[in-house]
């Protein structure tokens, strides 16, 4: 496989929306983790045929993930920018049927990783609610093993009398910061558009191929598989339909004894910013409209939530991280694999 770093030279296509995705998704998100990825982003950032193409998909069909992922399904070469492009152009009546077919659904299970820290704080049973959840490979936070590195040394974490079939590593800044337990998870459940089935080959199969390539993601593709493998062998509750339909009855189900965990990663962008103020107000008022105690942890890009993002130091760098959050309030930088998770001071 060759690839390189982008080295296209001028500039993305002026006044188009959609170059500008393409250009930022290039160098703020792939750049350093893909250069793959980085590659074909910024190349198709300035090529006004390829952007024409992608912009006969439907709006939310046109981002990189899919459109990568989709071409990747159909066979196209992981080469550079030029020969792929040509691939591209001579396949993309069945690179847009399998964009159409199919969706971003990322379940990086490494991501439980970043979670912990705030799960294994909360006492007593917990009820976790996962919005976007795909297969729902991270409701089983307290089935996986985890080995945290930070300046204070090495500590892991495993379930009790069990063999682990995943194991999940991360950087702390802060050892502080790791977690001494595993969650008290007496339900788990989800809500996903198009839920997904783990034990599906062909959907798995999928998942797998929206992950980057790379060697430097080989690690991901088998924590996939072995993820996976657990949630077919005892499948998650998953609802299909719409997050803000879906969120309070599915959250009247649970137990009432347990303290409702409602958590996401990277979900929110997919929502316009009306969409985002209703479900945060959805969220913020269920703990009083279900009489019960709520913690709602999120794992968002930067430009989430406004109020969020006063609270984040102007030269703070988020490239690559999300910014995690506890009730809407920022406490973490988490690492968009799950790979690293960093506590720093943000604005009160």
């Known amino acids: 496989m060759a690839s390189t770093a982008s080295s296209h030279p001028g500039s993305p296509v002026p006044d188009d929306p959609l170059a500008a995705t393409y250009d ?4 703020r998100w792939a750049h350093g983790t893909s250069p793959l990825y980085e590659d074909w982003a910024t190349g198709i950032a300035r ?3 390829v952007l024409g193409l992608i912009r006969t998909l439907p709006a939310p069909k046109r981002q990189p993930n899919l459109v990568f992922a989709a071409a990747r399904w159909e066979g196209a070469p992981l080469d550079p920018y030029p020969a792929w492009r040509e691939w591209l152009t001579a396949h993309w009546t069945q690179v847009a049927e ?5 969706a971003t659904q990322t379940n990086e299970v490494n991501r439980c990783a970043t979670l912990m820290p705030v799960m294994s704080q909360i006492d007593g049973p917990v009820a976790l609610l996962e919005v976007g959840t795909a297969a729902g490979l991270c409701l089983y936070p307290d089935r996986y ?3 945290y590195d930070s300046p ?3 500590r892991t974490l495993a379930p009790t009398g069990a063999t682990a079939a995943v194991t ?4 702390l800044d802060d050892a502080d910061s790791a977690p001494t337990r595993l969650p008290d998870v007496a339900w788990r459940a989800g809500i996903d558009l198009a839920p997904i089935d783990a034990g599906d080959a062909d959907a798995v199969a999928w998942l797998e191929t929206l992950i980057w390539p790379g060697p430097d993601h080989d690690a991901r593709r088998a924590r996939l598989r072995g993820a996976a493998s657990l949630a077919a062998a005892d499948p998650p509750r998953i609802v299909r339909g719409d997050l803000l339909e879906r969120l309070e009855p599915l959250a009247a189900d649970a137990p009432a004894e347990a303290t409702l965990v409602v958590f996401h990663s990277a979900v929110l962008l997919y929502l316009d910013a009306a969409q985002r103020r209703r479900f945060a107000d959805v969220i913020a ?3 009083t409209r279900t009489g019960r105690r709520v913690v709602w942890l999120s794992n968002e890009t930067l430009g989430t939530l406004p109020e969020i993002d006063a609270r984040v130091p102007a030269d703070l760098d988020t490239h690559h991280r999300f910014v995690q959050t506890v009730d809407g309030v920022p406490v973490a930088l988490a690492n968009q694999h799950g790979a690293t998770y960093e506590t720093v001071p943000f604005r009160t």
């Open 24 to 27: 930022e998704f290039g160098r």
């Open 168 to 171: 999940l590593a991360c950087r």
């Open 145 to 147: 093993a985890y080995r």
């Open 98 to 102: 399998t964009a159409l077919e199919r």
């Open 285 to 287: 008022a269920l703990g």
């Open 152 to 154: 204070g040394g090495e």
């Open 47 to 49: 090529d006004a045929e």
